[in-house]
């Protein structure tokens, strides 16, 4: 908000300036012609309430500035914070096996390591990139009809591998379900909604994945036993750099590209996004895909 500090004293004082002319402009009117007293009482009514509804939307512009500011500047730091970290875990890996003689077991762990971090690397350039060229209108989404069970499995199982079996991954993947989809956009889709599970659920709970078809509709649900998301921020979530919770206390890693994302894409292939609680807490998030349309 101290961006805004010096435009919002200076636009103030030039409405306090404006109500001072007003009052003494239809003073003088007044003195000068008492019976035009109603018509200059109507006309100045008429200019402040102008006036207000602009102060409203002034101010509404402001608040809505200033949020989309800290959402950017937490969004550096979230990038900034999950690029260094595996860069440091690799730099790290690369030194040990340069300075120690390690045996085979140890350095084929530690270049694991090395692997999974780079893929975290990848993902999250990923994520920037596909967000860019969606806002951009730039990705064509080149579609082929894939096996959707063989993706939905293989990010599930590396999302197992990843959180390093702290959850309690649980899932019912129906075989064989077909889809006529941009591949590598509904790869993001999945691997947002799972990342995200993960992340706002607490060490140990269940993270449950759902892929099954009836008739013409594809569900693809993950349910969590998370914090849960408030009904005041639904349909935020789904706005670009938005997270839930305050800005300037949140704890949670993350960049707020990932359920733009995942409602983009969905919309592109004419799916539903659909949010609900988790029973007894955490939230459920339901991918719905017509196959007619």
Same mark, same amino acid.
């Given at each position: 908000m101290k961006r805004f500090k010096k435009p919002i004293t200076i636009f103030y004082f030039l409405v306090l300036y404006a109500l001072a002319e007003l009052t003494w402009w239809g003073y003088l009117l007044i003195a000068a012609n008492a019976k035009r007293m109603p018509m200059i009482l109507g006309e100045g009514s008429v200019f402040l309430i102008i006036l207000l509804v602009g102060i409203y939307f002034f101010q509404r512009t402001i608040k809505k500035?200033?949020?989309?500011?800290?959402?950017?500047?937490?969004?550096?730091?979230?990038v900034t914070h999950e690029l260094k970290s595996p860069l440091a875990a690799i730099k790290l890996v690369l030194q040990t096996l340069v300075k120690r003689d390690l045996t085979k077991d140890k350095r084929d762990q530690l270049i694991g390591n090395s692997i999974e971090d780079v893929g975290r690397l990848d993902d999250l350039v990923e994520n920037m990139l596909l967000a860019t060229r969606i806002e951009n209108n730039s990705y064509s989404y080149p579609k082929e009809l894939f096996d959707f069970s063989e993706l939905v499995k293989s990010i599930f199982d590396r999302a197992i591998i990843t959180s390093e079996n702290t959850r309690n991954f649980q899932q019912q993947i129906e075989d064989n379900i077909t889809i006529m989809g941009d591949r590598f956009a509904l790869g993001s889709l999945i691997n947002n909604i799972l990342e995200n599970a993960v992340k706002y659920s607490p060490v140990g709970a269940a993270v449950q994945v759902q892929l099954y078809q009836q008739s013409n509709r594809i569900f693809f649900i993950v349910a969590d036993q998370g914090v849960g998301i408030a009904d005041s921020e639904r349909q935020k979530?789904?706005?670009?750099?938005?997270?839930?919770? =305050?800005?300037? *206390?949140?704890? =949670?890693?993350? *960049?707020?590209?990932?359920?733009?994302?995942?409602?983009?894409?969905?919309?592109?292939?004419?799916?539903?996004?659909v949010v609900s609680n988790n029973q007894p807490k955490g939230t459920i998030f339901e991918i719905i895909f017509n196959l007619e349309q």
């Open positions: 500035e200033s949020e989309f500011h800290q959402q950017q500047q937490n969004f550096l730091l979230s979530i789904f706005q670009k750099f938005y997270r839930s919770g =305050n800005e300037l *206390t949140r704890q =949670n890693k993350g *960049t707020g590209l990932g359920l733009f994302i995942v409602e983009q894409v969905a919309k592109n292939h004419q799916a539903k996004v």
